[in-house]
């Protein structure tokens, strides 16, 4: 690889696959360490072509979400089942992975900036501004660099576009899928919130169970499928849909509770 080839947004590809590399091995820990990352369905990744592959979850961090799904990303490429073990994966990572993110979050300081270096598909948000509700048109360069993204390499998305559970599935999603048909992954993340603070920077507790399922491909009808009846497939694919949510006795809980305390002891 040339030391100056750069990608398609112009950054240095030798430079990314440094900042992945540092980053990696700084993170490695928060998902090893001091919590446990369950995954389920890695085998998945290994099928995949190298490029218009989107990936869709649910999000409860800024960042330690992304940083995850690279970690496992690379450790499946590399034949790791499930796990993450022996971080030499690391060294040699998949460098055309992006992942969306707001824009305002991405520039706000000098973290998130060489953050979004190493993959940010940086957006300005419809409906959200600097902690205000706003309203306004959807910025063509936005779209357009997601599809350069996909036509590049793997992107993650979050299309509730917060880190707030339950709440509705941005439709724009729905259009970059009819717009670039991507094969669409979905993935389903728990205990990032338990374990992390809302940036995803600060290990909150320790010793949760975090837990990162990859579910097969969705099945699309591309060219007949209604963005209405998009938006529900990825409902109940990210497991966001209202039907979701359930309340249950304070012994059923319990008893769930204990199963969950019973899987986080990982060092015993």
């Given amino acids: 690889m040339p030391l100056f080839k750069r990608n398609p947004f112009g950054h240095i590809l030798f430079l990314k696959k440094w900042l992945i590399r540092i980053f990696g091995l700084i993170s490695h820990g928060r998902y090893r360490r001091f919590n446990n990352l369950h995954i389920e369905g890695s085998e998945i990744l290994r099928d995949l072509p190298d490029n218009n592959v989107l990936f869709i979850s649910n999000h409860q961090t800024y960042f330690a979400d992304v940083a995850a799904m690279f970690h496992v990303f690379n450790a499946a490429l590399k034949g790791r089942v499930d796990n993450i073990k022996n971080i030499g994966y690391i060294w040699n990572p998949k460098l055309n992975i992006y992942f969306v993110a707001a824009g305002e979050t991405m520039r706000a300081g000098l973290l998130p900036k060489i953050f979004a270096y190493a993959g940010s598909v940086s957006i300005d948000r419809t409906w959200r501004s600097k902690g205000e509700n706003v309203n306004r048109q959807v910025k063509m360069s936005d779209v357009s660099n997601i599809g350069k993204a996909l036509n590049d390499g793997w992107v993650i998305t979050f299309p509730q576009g917060t880190t707030t559970p339950f709440k ?15 094969i669409v992954i979905p993935i389903v993340i728990d205990g990032f919130r338990r374990s992390f603070d809302k940036k995803g920077l600060v290990i909150k507790k320790r010793n949760v169970l975090q837990s990162m399922v990859i579910k097969p491909p969705l099945e699309i009808d591309y060219e007949n499928e209604e963005i209405a009846d998009i938006v529900t497939k990825i409902e109940y694919a990210i497991e966001q849909h209202p039907s979701f949510l359930k309340v249950i006795s304070v012994d059923e809980y319990a008893k769930q509770e204990e199963e969950l305390n019973k899987k986080r002891d990982f060092w015993s």
């Fill in 168 to 182: 509705p599935i941005r439709r724009g999603t729905a259009h970059i899928i009819k717009k670039h048909k991507p």
